[in-house]
């Protein structure tokens, strides 16, 4: 029964091609989000959506899209893949609406992208 | 926008204490967190701090000034499972709907 969930968990692409990470929670949060974590292990805030309406959006290059269907399900499309986007972009969930709510971030496994 | 600090390495031995140190300077503030990650793994939460003073959770205690935007984490009894990352967070107030900004984390590496 895992809580968040991302795939594909390794994903090995061409500079130029367009690949998509997909998450689901199943923890009934409102809120999920989309970080990357480079090689110096620095993990950064990307995207957040909250009931399917996008409310944080970093300095991302365009070619990166998140998509949520609905509240338990965000992916992130790239295109046009470049040698830079080689990472582990994690998704993650939390529950913004509710009161006792401390700030606490559920995340998945990561998903590790290599471009060559 | 935040600005957090913290050392990129530290060493210990097995049994010892650590104190892992973070500085953050942020334009609002609703809560610090650490967070310990694994090599490979998805980061984990440990303890989160919105007051001033001490929080303890078995061996791992955290401690928090607001006034010197300051707080550590405090390992005792370190284990060779100990040896990880360790990321401090801050929570933004500002924001309506406030998300987590990590440091650059602290990797511990325990020896025998």
């Known amino acids: 029964d895992t809580a968040v969930s991302q795939t594909p968990k390794y994903l090995v692409t061409q500079m130029g091609n367009d690949k998509s990470i997909k998450c689901e929670q199943n923890?009934?949060?409102?809120?999920m989000y989309w970080y990357k974590q480079d090689s110096k292990k620095f993990l950064k805030i990307m995207f957040s959506?909250?009931?399917?309406?996008?409310?944080i959006n970093e300095t991302v290059p365009n070619r990166f899209s998140p998509k949520s269907p609905d509240k338990a399900h965000l992916n992130l499309h790239i295109n046009s893949l470049e040698l830079g986007d080689s990472a582990v972009y994690f998704c993650a969930s939390s529950p913004v609406s509710r009161r006792d709510w401390t700030g606490e971030l559920f995340f998945g496994e990561g998903s590790r992208l290599t471009v060559l | 926008g935040q600005n957090i600090d913290q050392p990129t390495e530290m060493t210990a031995t097995e049994g010892a204490i650590v104190q892992i140190n973070c500085t953050y300077q942020?334009?609002?503030?609703?809560?610090l967190f650490w967070y310990q990650q694994h090599a490979g793994e998805a980061p984990t939460f440990l303890s989160y701090n919105v007051l001033d003073g001490l929080e303890e959770k078995g061996r791992f205690s955290s401690f928090l000034s607001r006034s010197k935007g300051y707080s550590y984490l405090l390992l005792k009894e370190l284990q060779m499972k100990d040896s990880a990352s360790y990321l401090c967070?801050?929570?933004?107030?500002?924001?309506?709907?406030?998300?987590?900004?990590f440091g650059k984390g602290t990797m511990l590496l325990v020896s025998p």
């Open positions: 959506y909250n009931n399917k309406e996008l409310i």
């Open positions: 923890l009934g949060h409102d809120t």
């Open positions: 942020t334009s609002g503030f609703n809560g």
């Open positions: 967070a801050v929570r933004d107030r500002d924001s309506g709907y406030s998300t987590l900004t």
